[in-house]
C-alpha cells in the first residue's frame, strides 16, 4: 500500500523558515517524480515544486521560485521542501504527491499545515 | 499564473448526471493529452479520479468519465449518489518547467 507521510508543519512568522518532509512507503520511491501540492484554507489545489527521479532537476512555481528548495533521499525514501522568507500567503495545507504515469497525481499525503503569522 | 476554469458549483439529484467543465487555453488543456481530476471530500486529501483525459484507476465506478474537446475538459458523473458530494479539481500538464502543472478553480458538487 502506497504511504506519503508529510511532517514539519506549524506556525512560523513571516520572514522565518520551515523544513517539511515526506516519507514514502509501498512504491519504489527512487522511480518516481515528486511534487508538493498546496491548498490555502477554503481555497483551491496549487502546485508547488517538485523533482525528478534522481534529483537532478527541481523546477518551482513562481510564487515560491527562490524562497523554497525541493530535495530528496532515495536511500530513505524521503521527499523535502525547505521554506525560506515565509510571508503570510504561504499559509496552507502542503501536500506531497506522487506522480503517475500519465502526468497525473496518483497517490496524496494527508498533508502538513503551515500557518505563517505574527 | 492563471488556474483553468471550474464553474463554481453544480447539483443533481440521486441517480441524475453532472458535468463539470474545466477551461484552459492551447498551452495547457489544448495542447495535451494529459487532463486529471480530483475528488476531495471535506478534510481529505484529493483522489485520482481520472488520468490521462479519460482513463480511470483501479477502484474508482465506471460512473465517473472524461473526456476533452479543444481547450475544455469535462468530467461527468453518473448515477449521483450522496458520497459523489465533493469538491472537484482538475488539473493539465502545461509544459513549462516554471509552470508544468495547473489546476481548476474548483467545483463544489451537491447531491440534493
Known amino acids: 500500500e502506497v504511504q506519503l507521510v508529510e511532517s514539519g508543519g506549524g506556525l512560523v512568522q513571516p520572514g522565518g523558515s520551515l523544513r517539511l518532509s515526506c516519507t514514502a512507503s509501498?512504491?519504489?520511491?527512487?522511480?518516481?517524480?515528486m511534487h508538493w501540492v498546496r491548498q490555502a484554507p477554503g481555497k483551491g489545489l496549487v502546485w508547488v515544486s517538485r523533482i525528478r527521479t534522481d534529483g537532478s532537476m527541481t523546477n518551482y512555481a513562481d510564487s515560491v521560485k527562490g524562497r523554497f528548495t525541493i530535495s530528496r533521499d532515495n536511500a530513505k525514501n524521503t521527499l523535502q521542501l525547505q521554506m525560506n522568507s515565509l510571508r503570510a500567503e504561504d499559509t496552507a495545507l502542503y501536500y506531497c504527491v506522487k506522480e503517475g504515469a500519465y502526468a497525473d497525481f496518483d497517490y496524496w499525503g494527508q498533508g502538513t499545515l503551515v500557518t505563517v503569522s505574527s | 499564473q492563471s488556474a483553468l476554469t471550474q464553474p463554481p458549483s453544480a447539483s443533481g439529484s440521486p441517480g441524475q448526471s453532472v458535468t463539470i467543465s474545466c477551461t484552459g487555453t492551447?498551452?495547457?488543456?489544448?495542447?495535451?493529452?494529459?487532463v486529471s481530476w480530483y475528488q476531495q471530500h471535506p478534510g481529505k486529501a484529493p483522489k485520482l479520479m481520472i488520468y490521462d483525459v479519460n482513463k480511470r484507476p483501479s477502484g474508482v465506478p465506471d460512473r465517473f468519465s472524461g473526456s476533452k474537446s479543444g481547450n475544455t475538459a469535462s468530467l461527468t458523473v453518473s448515477g449521483l449518489q450522496a458520497d459523489d458530494e465533493a469538491d472537484y479539481y482538475c488539473c493539465s500538464y502545461a509544459g513549462s518547467n516554471s509552470r508544468p502543472y495547473v489546476f481548476g478553480t474548483g467545483t463544489k458538487v451537491t447531491v440534493l
Open positions: 492551447s498551452s495547457d488543456v489544448g495542447g495535451y493529452n494529459y
Open positions: 509501498g512504491f519504489t520511491f527512487s522511480y518516481y517524480w
